[in-house]
C-alpha cells in the first residue's frame, strides 16, 4: 500500500499503540489478581499498586494439584494435535496435490464437521462414550477434539500445500521415484513450516477447549478450563486461583503468538488472508 | 538424514507399487476420512437416533417417532433459546465486522512498530473464552471489579449488577465476543487491504475520487470475498456460544442468556432429557449445515477456498 | 530408439494431440517445433507417463510403455518450468534422480560427485552447487534442471524449451555443446522448442507441430526448402517466411499477386499438375525479396516502407503491399524513412506456392492455433509445388 508522511504515521502508531493497550490491558489486569494480596481485591477504588506476592501460586498448585491438571492439559492437547497432525497430513497433501475425485465434496464435508456446535455432538458421545467406558479417559478427548480439529487442520494445510511449485510431483516421478516416495522426500519436508504452523494453531485451539473437557471428562482428565470452571462454581468465587489458573493457560498461547502471529491470523481466517 | 533411511525403506515394490499408485490419492484420504465418520457422522446418526426415541436419563427406552420434535416445537424454551442466539449473533457479528474494518483502515498505511504490535493485538482474540469470561468477570464483579466500579457504577448505568437484568447480561456477552474477535478480524482485514492490487486506487487518484467514494466504490468491493468469509466464520463460532454463558450467566437471570449451546446443557445434564436434547442438536445442526453450504456454495468460487 | 505411434490425447472435446507419429534414434535429437499451445508439453508428459494417452503407442526399443508407470519408465524430463526441489541444494537437486532404486543401475557416491560436476561445468553452474535454488536466477535454475537430467542415463531424453530462458550468449554455445554431446549420447532426445531457428539448428530431424497435429516430420534441411504447407513455413526460418495470397496462373507459368502490377514469372515447375489454377497461397523466404531502384531489370511491385531493424550483418526492412505485410533481409544497414514508396524484385526460384483448399475441420482448427489471417486455409492439406 501507498505508505505516506512521517507525522501521520506517527500519529496512527500512537493510536494503534492506545488500542493495543486497551485490548491487553484486561489481560494484565487478570494477571495482577494472580499477584495481588486477597485483602486488596474488593478496596475501592480499585488498587493498581502493591506489593506481589506470590502465595496464591503456591496454594493454587499445592491444594489443586495444578501440576497433574496441567499434564493433562498437555496430553490432551498434544495427543490430539499429534493425531491430527499424523492423520490430516497425508489427507490435506492428497487434496493439494492429486488428482482426487469429488474433491469438492470431501472438502465441504471436512468443514461441515467443523460447524456443528461441540455441545450437540456431546449428547452421543456422551452415550457412546459411556457404552465404551471412554468417560474420563485421555483418549476419548483427544478423539472427541478431532471433530473441530481434523476441519482446522486439513482445510488449513490443504490450502497452504496448493502453494507449493506446481508439477514438483511430475518432476520427482519422471527423476525415478514413486509417488509414495515423493510424498515422503518431496511433499512432508516442503509442508513442514505449514505442518507446525497449522499444528500450533491445532493444540492452541484444543489447549482451550472447553466443552467437551467438561462433560466428557472427569476427576483424573481435568484439564486447565475445566478446574477454572470449578473454582467458580463451587461457593463463591475463589478470584485468586481463577487469576492462577487463568494465567497459567495464557502462557502458552502468548509464547506461541509471539513468534507465529501472522500464520495464526491466517489460519483463524481459515487461510482467507496471507497474515 | 533420517527421513531418507525411512523413506527408502518404506520404497513400494512389485505389483504393490502399482496398486499403490492407483490408489495413493485416496489410501491418503481414507485415515482422515474414517476419523471424521467416527467422530462425526456417527455420533450424528445416533443423535437422530436417539431423538426418535424415549429416554429415561441415559437409557434409551421405546421408540418414539417425532414425538421429541413436538415436544421440542412447543417449548417455549427452546425458541427463547433461538432467538437469544439470533440476537447475539446478529449484534455481535455486524458490530465487530465494521469495528475491525474501521480499525484496519485507519492504520493500513502503515504504523512504525508492527511487529511487536501485531503480536500483541493478536492476543485476545486466541485466549481461550473461558480465560476471556474470567477476565471479565472479575473486572465487573460486585462493585469492586475495576468495570463495576469505574464504568457501571461511575455512570450508573446498572443497578445491581450487568448480571442482574436480562438486557444488560446479553449485551455483556455480546461485547465480550466482540472484545475476543475484533483484534484478529483488525488483523486479517489489515492482510486483506494490504494484498489488494495498487492498480485501482492509483486510477481513482488520477480521477480525482474523494475518499469515501474510493471506500465505498473500490476498497469495500474488492474486499467483498474476504468479508464473506470472515462473516461466515465468525457466525459458525458465535452461532454455538457456550464458554462465556457457562462462566457468566449460567443462561441467567431467567433464561434470558441462554442460547442454543446452553440449552442443550441443560437439557442433557441438568434435566437429562436426551431424547429431546438430541432432537435440538439434530435440528440445530440441520439448519448450521444448510445454512454454511448455501453460503459456501455461493461464494465458492470468490472465496477461493477450495 | 522410441516410436511414438497414433497418440492421441483428448481432454472431453479438446483434442490436445491427435494422431501423433514419430519416432527417435539413439544419438539423434529430433526436434519438435510449434508455437505455445500447440501440444509440445502433453507431448512430453504423455511419453513421460505423467498423462496417460487417450489412445495409441509409445513404445522404447520395441516394449510398449504407454501402460508402464512413469517412475519405471527411466525417462528423463527437463520441464518446461523447470521446477527444482526448494528444499534440496543444487547438488541434491541433481543427485536426486542418480539415488532412485528405479535408476539403470547403482551409482556410488563418488561417481554421482563425478557425474555432477563434469554436468555442471559444461552448464556453467560449477561454483552454484552449495546454492539452494530460491538463491538462484530463473537462467541459473533452468540450468540446474537441464543439469538433473543430463547427469542421468535415460532411457530417452525429453527437453521442453530446455534453453529458452538464458542470455543469448549463453544459449548459443550451449545449443552447440548439447548438439554435440547428446549426438554422441546412446539414447534419443526429444527437444521441444518453438523457436524454428533453434529447431533446426540442433536437430537431426525436425516435427512440426502444430494444433496437436505433426504438419511434417523430416530433416532440417527438407523442413527449410520444401515445407508441405503454410503451417511450417511459417515457422522455419528467422524471419520466417512471408505468405500472401494470390492466383496462379499457367501460361505463362506465374502467380498474380494483389498489389503487383503484373504477374510474377515462375521458375522450372515441377508439381505443377497437381495444382489447380486460381487461388493459392504464395511463399516467399524473406532473403528472396529485394528492393530494386526504377529501371531496374526485372518485374517489381510497388511498396511502402513500415519498419528498419538492423541486426548487425542484415536489416529486415517490413513492407507494406496492399493488404500484406513482407519482411524482406537485405545485406548491411538501411535506414528508409516509414512509409517511403519502394520497389521490390522477386527471385522467381525462391517462391513456394501452396494450394488453398482445405476441409473445414482443418481450417477451423487452423484459425484458432494462430487466428490472424482469415484468407489462410489449413496448412493439413495443402500441397507443395516447388519451383526451385
Excluded at chain 1, 525415478?176 to 509442508?191: A, D, E, K, S, T
Excluded at chain 2, 421408540?63 to 425458541?79: C, E, H, Q, T
Excluded at chain 3, 482445405?358 to 490472424?372: D, I, K, P, R, W
Aim: charged share 15%; aromatic share 10%; net charge neutral.
Amino acid at each position: 500500500m501507498i505508505e505516506d508522511a512521517r507525522p501521520r504515521k506517527i500519529l496512527r502508531t500512537l493510536g494503534l499503540i492506545a488500542i493495543v493497550i486497551a485490548f491487553v490491558f484486561p489481560v494484565y489486569w487478570l494477571l495482577s489478581f494472580s499477584f495481588k494480596p486477597e485483602r486488596l481485591f474488593f478496596d475501592l477504588p480499585p488498587v493498581w499498586t502493591f506489593d506481589p506476592i506470590v502465595t496464591e501460586w503456591v496454594n493454587t498448585f499445592r491444594t489443586l494439584k495444578l501440576w497433574e491438571t496441567i499434564i493433562n492439559s498437555i496430553i490432551v492437547a498434544g495427543g490430539s494435535t499429534l493425531l491430527t497432525i499424523l492423520v490430516g497430513t497425508p489427507a490435506s497433501y492428497s487434496l493439494a496435490r492429486l488428482r482426487v475425485r469429488g474433491k469438492t465434496d470431501i472438502m465441504l464435508f471436512i468443514i461441515a464437521s467443523r460447524m456443528a456446535p461441540a455441545v450437540a455432538l456431546i449428547i452421543p458421545f456422551f452415550l457412546i462414550y459411556q457404552f465404551l467406558d471412554l468417560l474420563d479417559s485421555h483418549i476419548g478427548l483427544i478423539f472427541a477434539y478431532s471433530t473441530f480439529n481434523m476441519a482446522l487442520y486439513v482445510w488449513l494445510l490443504t490450502v497452504m500445500t496448493r502453494e507449493l511449485p506446481a508439477d514438483l510431483e511430475g518432476v520427482a516421478e519422471a527423476d525415478g521415484y514413486h509417488p509414495f516416495q515423493v510424498f515422503l522426500r518431496i511433499g512432508l519436508p516442503l509442508m513442514r513450516p505449514s505442518i507446525i504452523a497449522v499444528g500450533v494453531l491445532a493444540f492452541i485451539f484444543a489447549w482451550n477447549e472447553f466443552p467437551f473437557a467438561l462433560l466428557l471428562g472427569g476427576r483424573t482428565t481435568e484439564t486447565l478450563p475445566v478446574v477454572a470452571a470449578r473454582s467458580l462454581s463451587a461457593g463463591g468465587v475463589e478470584w485468586a486461583r481463577l487469576a492462577v489458573i487463568s494465567t497459567v493457560m495464557v502462557i502458552p498461547v502468548a509464547v506461541m503468538v509471539f513468534f507465529l502471529h501472522k500464520q495464526i491470523v491466517r489460519g483463524l481466517s481459515m487461510g482467507a488472508v496471507r497474515g | 538424514m533420517a527421513t531418507q533411511g525411512i523413506a527408502a525403506a518404506l520404497a513400494p515394490r512389485g505389483r504393490w507399487a502399482e496398486f499403490l499408485q492407483r490408489y495413493l490419492p485416496y489410501l491418503l484420504i481414507a485415515p482422515a476420512l474414517i476419523l471424521l465418520i467416527l467422530v462425526g457422522v456417527i455420533p450424528f446418526a445416533y443423535a437422530i437416533y436417539l431423538s426418535l426415541h424415549n429416554t429415561f436419563f441415559t437409557d434409551v427406552e421405546s421408540f418414539a417417532g417425532i414425538a421429541n420434535y413436538k415436544d421440542l416445537v412447543s417449548d417455549p424454551r427452546f425458541w427463547g433459546a433461538l432467538r437469544v442466539t439470533t440476537i447475539v449473533t446478529v449484534v455481535a457479528i455486524p458490530i465487530q465486522l465494521v469495528m475491525a474494518l474501521g480499525l484496519a483502515l485507519l492504520f493500513y498505511r502503515g504504523v512504525f512498530g508492527g511487529r511487536v504490535l501485531s503480536p500483541l493485538l493478536l492476543f485476545p482474540s486466541v485466549l481461550a473464552p473461558i480465560v476471556m469470561a474470567i477476565m471479565w468477570k472479575i473486572m465487573l464483579a460486585g462493585n469492586w471489579g475495576i468495570l463495576s466500579y469505574w464504568v457501571v457504577e461511575r455512570f450508573s448505568l446498572v443497578t445491581g449488577g450487568v448480571f442482574g437484568s436480562p438486557s444488560p447480561a446479553i449485551g455483556t456477552v455480546i461485547a465480550i465476543d466482540i472484545f475476543q474477535w475484533v483484534p484478529f478480524l483488525t488483523l486479517a482485514f489489515y492482510a486483506g487491504l494490504q494484498a489488494l492490487p495498487l492498480a485501482p486506487f492509483r486510477a481513482a487518484a488520477v480521477d480525482g475520487a474523494s475518499r469515501w467514494q474510493v471506500l465505498r466504490l473500490l476498497t469495500i468491493p474488492m474486499l467483498y470475498p474476504l468479508i464473506a468469509v470472515l462473516f461466515l466464520l465468525r457466525f459458525i463460532d458465535t452461532f454455538k456460544i457456550f464458554d462465556s454463558v457457562f462462566i457468566l450467566t449460567r443462561g441467567g437471570p431467567g433464561d434470558s442468556t441462554t442460547t442454543i449451546s446452553y440449552y442443550l446443557f441443560r437439557s442433557v445434564f441438568e434435566f437429562w432429557e436426551i431424547g429431546r436434547a438430541a432432537a435440538a442438536a439434530v435440528i440445530v445442526f440441520v439448519l448450521f449445515f444448510v445454512m454454511t453450504s448455501i453460503v459456501y456454495r455461493v461464494f465458492h468460487k470468490r472465496l477461493r477456498l477450495i | 530408439m522410441l516410436e511414438v505411434e497414433d497418440l492421441t490425447m483428448r481432454y472431453g472435446e479438446l483434442v490436445a494431440l491427435e494422431s501423433v507419429t514419430l519416432d527417435a534414434r539413439p544419438g539423434e535429437i529430433v526436434a519438435v517445433l510449434g508455437p505455445s499451445g500447440a501440444g509440445k508439453s502433453t507431448l512430453l508428459r504423455l511419453i513421460t507417463g505423467l498423462t496417460r494417452p487417450s489412445s495409441g503407442s509409445i513404445s522404447l526399443s520395441g516394449r510398449p510403455i504407454q501402460k508402464e508407470a512413469s517412475w519405471r519408465r527411466n525417462i528423463a524430463l527437463v520441464h518446461e518450468s523447470y521446477v527444482l526441489y526448494p528444499h534440496m541444494s543444487v547438488t541434491e537437486n541433481m543427485a536426486f534422480p542418480l539415488k532412485s532404486r528405479e535408476a539403470p543401475r547403482e551409482y556410488s557416491d563418488q561417481e554421482i560427485t563425478e557425474r555432477i560436476s563434469e554436468v555442471a561445468k559444461v552448464l556453467e553452474i560449477d561454483l552454484l552447487l552449495e546454492r539452494q535454488p530460491h538463491e538462484l536466477s530463473g537462467g541459473q535454475r533452468q540450468r540446474v534442471a537441464l543439469g538433473r537430467a543430463l547427469v542421468r542415463e535415460p532411457a530417452v531424453l525429453l527437453l521442453d524449451e530446455p534453453i529458452s530462458h538464458l542470455d543469448a550468449k549463453l544459449r548459443n554455445w550451449l545449443r552447440g555443446e548439447l548438439r554435440r554431446r547428446l549426438s554422441a549420447a546412446p539414447w534419443p532426445t526429444l527437444w521441444a522448442t518453438p523457436d524454428g531457428f533453434e529447431a533446426l539448428a540442433v536437430a537431426d530431424r525436425v516435427a512440426v507441430l502444430r494444433a496437436g497435429q505433426i504438419l511434417q516430420f523430416d530433416e532440417p534441411q527438407e523442413i527449410f526448402d520444401r515445407p508441405v504447407g503454410v503451417g511450417v513455413a511459417e515457422v522455419s526460418g528467422t524471419p520466417p517466411m512471408n505468405v500472401l495470397p494470390g492466383e496462379l496462373i499457367a501460361d505463362p507459368l506465374g502467380v498474380k499477386v494483389a498489389g503487383a502490377p503484373e504477374p510474377l514469372p515462375l521458375v522450372r515447375p515441377t508439381q505443377i499438375d497437381s495444382l489447380p489454377a486460381g487461388e493459392v497461397s504464395i511463399g516467399v523466404r524473406p532473403f528472396a525479396l529485394r528492393i530494386v531502384r526504377p529501371g531496374d531489370a526485372g518485374s517489381s511491385t510497388p511498396a511502402s516502407v513500415l519498419a528498419c531493424e538492423y541486426s548487425g550483418r542484415h536489416t529486415v526492412i517490413s513492407v507494406r503491399l496492399e493488404h500484406e505485410t513482407l519482411r524482406l533481409l537485405e545485406a548491411g544497414q538501411h535506414n528508409i524513412p516509414v512509409n517511403e514508396p519502394v520497389l521490390i524484385a522477386w527471385d522467381g526460384a525462391e517462391v513456394s506456392i501452396f494450394s488453398r483448399e482445405a476441409s473445414c475441420a482443418g481450417a477451423l482448427e487452423f484459425q484458432t492455433t494462430v487466428g490472424s489471417n482469415e484468407h489462410r486455409a489449413a496448412p493439413s492439406s495443402e500441397q507443395p509445388v516447388q519451383t526451385g
